[in-house]
């Protein structure tokens, strides 16, 4: 094994290392494991190298092989969603080898669940505005996604689902993977991790819906404003005292976190109370002080192990070609995510050239030619 190579393991056991050809993409990066599979980067190996996707394998054994087929197969079948910017874009799935997969375009950001994991010195939670802000991106992805009845309702949403980009901007993908996993959802991984932010009616087997995706928004935004993932049941308890949070926050919360019969009924109406709480709140949250935020957080963070291909000699084969080429690529998209601030230039005095009709017999080479003003 090559010591920059990075060892995952397949369904069968066996070693794999990157770059690693799966699903129809070049495997270049491990970024995360969690308990759904693997989550690398990589690159399309049916388009020219230059756009990377964030590709998930559901390798997990906890998880149904046969159930994972039934729903990819019918996923595979219908339309992609609309663009939008808070979908993830060019979302596709897919099987190979009994394994499933999904990808969408890489966004050069970070998993929610990789930012709350990050220690810092105020902990793990998010200031308020930074939180509701995330929240209401949230409901407006459930709203868009619901749109002419493709999919009227997440059934999945967690944090690892949520990519925080560059910008502030805030994404969410997922969709139509709920009925292939939810089967596990008594799997003591996703019962751990996954299962907090799920409504109680979802983990009981029943249809969730629309209403269901609205307490896992409402746990999604317990977890920024606390730090902690929420309980399985969460209630007024695990909010903290009520006078910790912003005013209104408790009674959004606890609304949200209700029973499915007294719940706020859906993304929309979410979105509305969100916006009476800035306000009352006097909060006026911005996806730049976001994405300050989220750089200052992740500047010390390992994003990924990044792989270095070797030095190609003249004898080198094709793949050998291709895989450094894809490490050059990933070294120039990782400088693209970077903001560099140009050096100031030094100030030259302005130049006027001399009226027109006035000869100037004064060599070309002259560089008092021009007038300089005093």
Do not use: C
């Not at 230059?50 to 079948?77: C, I, K, Q, Y």
């Not at 990808?103 to 994991?117: I, K, Q, R």
């Amino acid at each position: 094994m090559a010591p920059d190579a990075v060892p995952t393991r397949g369904r069968g056991g066996a070693t794999l290392d990157l770059p690693w050809r799966f699903g129809g993409f070049l495997a270049t990066s491990l970024l995360s494991r969690d308990p759904l599979g693997s989550v690398f980067r990589a690159l399309p190996l049916d388009e020219k190298p230059g756009g990377f996707v964030r590709l998930r394998t559901f390798d997990r054994s906890e998880l149904s092989p046969g159930r994972m087929a039934e729903v990819f197969l019918r996923l595979r079948e219908k339309p992609p969603l609309a663009a939008s910017p808070v979908l993830a874009e060019n979302a596709r799935v897919g099987l190979q080898d009994g394994t499933a997969w999904l990808a969408w375009n890489e966004s050069h950001g970070h998993a929610l669940d990789l930012v709350l994991a990050q220690p810092s010195s105020e902990g793990a939670r998010l200031p308020p505005e930074h939180a509701l802000l995330i929240a209401d991106r949230l409901a407006l992805a459930l709203e868009h996604a619901s749109r002419a009845g493709r999919f009227p309702s997440h059934g999945l949403l967690w944090p690892g689902w949520v990519i925080l980009g560059p910008a502030g901007d805030v994404r969410v993908g997922g969709f139509g993977i709920a009925p292939a996993v939810l089967a596990s959802v008594a799997a003591p991984g996703i019962a751990a991790e996954i299962a907090p932010y799920l409504a109680p009616e979802t983990r009981e087997g029943q249809a969730g819906g629309p209403v269901a995706d609205v307490y896992s928004v409402a746990a999604v935004l317990l977890h920024l404003l606390t730090g902690t993932r929420p309980p399985l049941q969460a209630d007024t308890d695990a909010m903290g005292p009520a006078g910790l949070l912003p005013p209104g926050v408790a009674e959004l919360l606890r609304a949200a976190l209700a029973p499915a019969s007294r719940r706020t009924p859906s993304a929309g109406r979410l979105r509305r109370e969100i916006g009476s709480v800035l306000v009352s709140a006097g909060l006026q949250p911005s996806s730049r002080a976001l994405a300050s935020f989220l750089a200052s957080r992740m500047e010390s963070a390992i994003s990924g192990v990044r792989f270095v291909a070797p030095s190609i000699g003249p004898s080198a084969s094709e793949d050998e070609a291709w895989e450094l080429a894809v490490a050059r690529l990933e070294l120039r998209a990782e400088r693209a995510a970077t903001v560099v601030r140009p050096r100031p230039r030094a100030v030259q005095p302005a130049r006027v050239p001399l009226p027109p009709g006035v000869r100037d017999s004064r060599s070309p080479r002259d560089p008092s030619r021009h007038l300089r003003p005093r």
